[in-house]
């Protein structure tokens, strides 16, 4: 059975940063291509930042420069530094593989102040 469990977030003033982790199971993680997502209530989930299996990354043009995505095989786990956070990256974050196949998780909350 999959499991994806994001953790991190909370609340921080704008300017300030987080780290977000994804621990997994039941997937071979070093193969997967894996994302993070956001969500606000009452629209679709997008993506945020993708690794590859290899270690690439992207980035939505929101977030460039300002996140960084990046993942620890040996202990099946994901991580997103968020820095210089912004009023408007207040979401609900989750992660998935890069295609979103998997069951969801519960996600982690981030909320910046303005």
Not at 26 to 42: D, E, H, L, N, V
Not at 57 to 78: H, L
Request: with cysteine; net charge positive; aromatic share 8%.
């Amino acid at each position: 059975q999959v499991q994806l469990v994001e953790s991190g977030g909370g609340f921080v003033q704008a300017g300030g940063s987080l780290r977000l982790s994804c621990v997994t199971s039941g997937i071979i993680f070093s193969t997967k291509a894996m994302g993070w997502y956001r969500q606000a209530p009452g629209r679709q989930r997008e993506l945020v930042a993708a690794i590859t299996s290899g270690g690439s990354t992207d980035y939505a043009d929101s977030v460039k420069g300002r996140f960084t995505i990046s993942r620890d095989n040996a202990k099946n786990t994901m991580y997103l530094q968020m820095n210089s956070l912004k009023h408007e990256n207040t979401d609900d974050y989750y992660c998935n593989t890069r295609c979103g196949k998997q069951s969801w998780g519960q996600g982690t909350q981030v909320t910046v102040s303005s």
